[in-house]
C-alpha cells in the first residue's frame, strides 16, 4: 500500500483569528485535492476551535503543535489530548525541536506524549532531527536514533503502525538553510531502518517520514520528488497562502 503524503503547516505562534481566516480561505481556493496527500495546518492552540470552522467543506486536517503528556489534572497553562480530539485535531506535532530546546522537553516525554495522542485516536507527528553541532560532531546518526528508541520503547506494541516521523535537522528550522534532497534521503532511509528493527518491514514501510527545514514553494518539487520523503512540515512558508498551495501543489 502506498504511503500517504502528509503537507502538514505549522504556524507556530503567529497569526491572529482575521489572519488565519483568511489564509485558510486562499487555501481552500487555490488546493488541488489530490490522492492519497493529506493538507494539515497546525494553528496555535487557541486559534484551533476557530480553524475548523475555517476549514469545514474542504480536505483540510487540523493539528495541534502540543499537547500535555498526562490525560487530565493540574498541569495549568497545558492542553490534553483529550480536549485536542473534542476539537476536531486528527494530528498533534510531538518533539518539535523549539518545544525541546525552549520547553526541556525530553526524549521520554515525547513518547509518553505521543502514548497519550494515540490513545486519543490522534496521530502523533513525532519530530526529530540533529543540531548543528551534533551533525558536525559526526553524531547525527546516534542523536535521531536514541530520539527513536525513546518513543518506541514508550509505546503499546499494538500503536506502532500509527506514527508519523518528521526529520527536522534543527540546523534547518527557520533558517532558509534546507537539508538537501540527498540529505534527508539518507536520513529517512537510516529512520526507516530503525522502524524496521523495532516494529518490522511491514510497518517501516507503511511509515510516513516527512521532511521539515527552510521547505519552500521552490525547493519543494525536488524534496517531493524523492520516494524517500512522505511529505513535508513547513513552518514559515505556511503562513502565505500562496507559497503553501505551491508547495502542496508541487506533490
Ligand atoms: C518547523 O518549524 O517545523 C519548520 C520546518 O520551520 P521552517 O519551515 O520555517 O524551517
Redesign the pocket.
Known amino acids: 500500500m502506498a504511503r500517504k503524503t502528509i503537507i502538514a503547516g ?1 504556524w ?1 505562534m503567529n497569526l491572529l483569528p482575521a489572519e488565519g481566516e483568511e489564509l485558510v480561505a486562499e487555501l481552500k481556493e487555490q488546493l488541488q485535492i489530490r490522492e492519497n496527500l493529506e493538507v494539515v495546518i497546525c494553528p496555535q492552540m487557541a486559534l484551533v476551535p476557530m480553524a475548523l470552522d475555517w476549514i469545514y467543506d474542504s480536505v483540510i486536517q487540523l493539528g495541534a503543535q502540543n499537547c500535555a503528556e498526562k490525560l487530565s489534572g493540574a498541569l495549568t497553562g497545558e492542553t490534553s489530548a483529550e480536549l485536542l480530539k473534542v476539537l476536531g485535531c486528527r494530528y498533534c506535532l510531538v518533539g ?1 525541536s ?1 518545544r525541546r530546546s525552549l520547553f526541556n522537553e525530553t526524549d521520554d516525554m515525547v513518547g509518553r506524549k505521543s502514548q497519550v495522542l494515540l490513545n486519543m485516536g490522534l496521530t502523533p507527528i513525532v ?1 526529530i532531527g540533529e543540531s548543528l553541532a551534533q551533525r558536525e560532531a559526526g553524531d547525527h546518526f546516534k542523536t535521531i536514533d536514541t530520539q527513536i528508541a525513546a518513543v518506541f520503547s514508550q509505546l503499546d506494541q499494538t500503536d506502532w503502525t500509527r506514527l508519523v516521523f518528521a526529520y ?1 535537522p534543527v540546523w ?4 532558509g538553510k534546507t537539508a538537501t534532497p540527498e540529505q534527508a534521503v539518507e536520513i529517512h532511509r537510516f529512520i526507516r531502518s530503525k522502524i524496521k528493527e523495532f516494529a518490522g518491514d511491514v510497518v517501516a514501510n507503511a511509515t510516513s517520514i516527512l521532511y ?4 519552500n514553494a521552490v525547493n519543494a518539487a525536488d524534496l517531493l520528488g524523492e520516494s524517500e520523503i512522505d511529505g513535508l ?5 505556511s503562513l502565505k497562502a500562496e507559497d503553501f498551495s505551491q508547495i502542496i501543489a508541487s506533490f
Open positions: 505549522n507556530k518539535h523549539e519530530c527536522e534547518a528550522i527557520g533558517t521539515g527545514g527552510s521547505a512540515l513547513v513552518g514559515g512558508a
